[in-house]
């Protein structure tokens, strides 16, 4: 709920403008992060691997993806639990099981 907003036809006003919130009035469960967290985090394979780092969030069709940069070229993996086994913002390291034919482009 929003201040002010009590009605659809309040709430049909304010279609396409930005929302914003505070962070620290945000509850993030311990399973929870801020994909905006994720940009600048090193990423690595299951086996330590350097696989890159997360230069950007982008917001995909079905899922969000995570777009990883890495010696010149760029990969963008899908944000599932089947690829993204483990995120560490305090080591600012997310671990990730990438399929094996994943494609990648020139930067």
């Known amino acids: 709920m929003f201040a002010g907003i009590t009605t659809r036809n309040d709430a049909e006003t304010l279609r396409g403008q930005v929302v914003e919130i505070d962070r620290d009035v945000l509850a993030l469960g311990d399973d929870e992060v801020l994909l905006a967290d994720l940009v600048g985090c090193a990423v690595k394979k299951l086996d330590g691997t350097p696989f890159g780092q997360i230069a950007a969030i982008e917001a995909g069709e079905m899922q969000d993806l995570l777009v990883i940069h890495d010696a010149g070229k760029e990969r963008l993996l899908p944000m599932v639990d089947l690829f993204v086994k483990a995120i560490d913002l ?18």
């Open 90 to 107: 305090d080591a600012r390291v997310v671990v990730v099981d990438p399929p094996d034919d994943m494609p990648e482009t020139k930067l």
